[in-house]
């Protein structure tokens, strides 16, 4: 374990912005397996939109064991190893479920046992690779600049989503397996090669001393022994700061992840978009949700210093224009002959984005904090590992539930738009939920004002 006698050198902008590479890689891979493989296995193979939803419910699943990687990246260890190899492994998770796709058009249940390895693969390579890289910034990252450190971790990520669901979109029109199986190992190659150039360096240069005096030892100093991982969560859960804020990202993550595993086939059925048009048409949406957490982050380092309260605004007004964004689509389901489908995914992106911003940004602040207002005492790891677990199972309950209420509306509604429009109304209500939830938990959900000195933009 690397001694704490010494400060750590907080991260230059340059650093950070290198790590924002493995949230592009991560988010350039994960779009291809949530996206793509999904609207062919929907629409292209016409199977049940439960089967992906199940795929992907599983590999977000497999991430429960994040807090245990949190738990071991407090303790001591070289990080970098786990966030190259959580790559790797995606990468090959990934060109597995592109595989076993291909191989479900000609022996389904072959393919579908290899997607079922390829997903535990996925889920292992993301929860591996994305809970140290957090756990890395977290703690290697000045307090003034947390908020806008996870801010452009973030823009990144959904770059990577945007520009490869943009260009795979492209790359996939005319559809066949070989140029699907082409465009992912294309996609992988470059996801791995950013993470390399990304992380490679860092960690050794945010280990270097500064010239500060010797702080107080902490509960982490070296020859002190470790907690367990049982004992580190206990008293991560016993902080009621911490425990409100997992339920809200839940339930917030559960809104937010309903709609990922039927927006693409919504699209195929009901506007009959093409594998490449639909593509593109996530392309959009997360495009929509980059614009969204752009603004967001905008206002809130010119506009939200010293107000407790902006961040938790932006919240709840993100969470209900995203509900307003979803009955939309239910509405536009009805006319589809003249309804700006673009526009209105592209709006329902920035509503994502304004709320998801906010949230994510108080979670790097009170990561690093306690219930007593003191510092965490070594725990960042472990509470981005228990958010991220919140997350994961909210995304992948989300994305089932989406795919499963498709379904069964298809059964009992024979009418397509009005069964995918009645889904989306569903998810409207929850997204509602979340925005009280929001409401509720008042200032908790504000990150702490940035200091009126501290410097937001990269270089200076």
């Not at 973030?154 to 996939?172: E, N, S």
């Not at 425990?243 to 839940?250: A, G």
């Not at 003191?374 to 309950?397: C, H, K, N, P, V």
């Amino acid at each position: 374990m690397i001694s704490p006698s010494l400060p750590a050198k907080p991260l230059s902008w340059l650093s950070l912005f290198r790590l924002g590479l493995v949230q592009t890689a991560l988010g350039a891979i994960v779009v291809l397996t949530t996206s793509t493989l999904n609207r062919v296995m929907v629409v292209d193979l016409a199977l049940p939109a439960a089967l992906p939803g199940l795929l992907v419910g599983l590999h977000y699943a497999v991430q429960l064991s994040r807090p245990r990687w949190g738990h071991g990246a407090d303790t001591g260890g070289r990080r970098t190893p786990w966030i190259i190899g959580g790559v790797a492994l995606l990468a090959a998770g990934a060109l597995g479920a592109a595989g076993a796709t291909v191989l479900m058009a000609g022996a389904l249940v072959a393919g579908i046992a290899l997607a079922f390895v390829a997903f535990v693969a996925i889920g292992l390579g993301v929860g591996m690779a994305g809970t140290n890289l957090l756990a890395l910034i977290a703690t290697r990252t000045a307090p003034a600049r947390r908020p806008a450190a996870a801010t452009l971790a973030w823009l990144m990520m959904i770059a990577g989503i945007a520009v490869t669901a943009g260009v795979a979109g492209q790359l996939l029109d005319p559809y066949s397996p070989e140029r699907l199986m082409a465009v992912a190992a294309g996609i992988c190659a470059v996801a791995l090669t950013l993470t390399i150039a990304g992380v490679t360096g860092i960690e050794r240069r945010a280990h270097r001393p500064m010239t500060p005096p010797i702080p107080a030892p902490t509960p982490m100093t070296e020859g002190a022994a470790a907690p367990s991982f049982a004992e580190a969560l206990r008293e991560v859960w016993a902080d009621g700061q911490a425990r409100r804020f997992t339920i809200f990202v839940l339930v917030s993550m559960l809104a937010y992840a309903a709609q990922d595993l039927i927006l693409e086939p919504f699209a195929g059925h009901v506007f009959g978009y093409t594998v490449g048009e639909s593509t593109t048409l996530s392309s959009t949406q997360h495009g929509g949700v980059f614009a969204g957490m752009l603004l967001t982050g905008i206002v809130a380092s010119v506009w939200g210093r010293g107000r407790p309260g902006f961040l938790r605004v932006w919240c709840v007004g993100g969470c209900i224009l995203s509900a307003l964004s979803l009955v939309l689509l239910a509405v536009g389901a009805q006319s589809s002959e003249t309804w700006p489908l673009d526009l209105n995914v592209f709006a329902l992106g920035a509503s994502n984005g304004a709320f998801a911003v906010a949230a994510i940004s108080s979670m790097m602040a009170l990561a690093s904090a306690d219930a007593r207002g003191g510092q965490s005492g070594g725990r960042e790891g472990i509470r981005m590992g228990l958010w991220g677990a919140a997350q994961a199972i909210g995304f992948g309950a989300g994305g089932l539930l989406g795919a499963l209420g498709v379904d069964a509306a298809r059964a009992l509604i024979p009418d397509t738009a009005t069964a995918y429009g009645t889904v989306f109304t569903a998810e409207a209500a929850l997204f509602l939920v979340a925005s009280l939830l929001a409401a509720r938990a008042g200032r908790r959900l504000a990150a702490p004002p940035v200091p009126a000195n501290a410097s937001l933009m990269p270089g200076e």
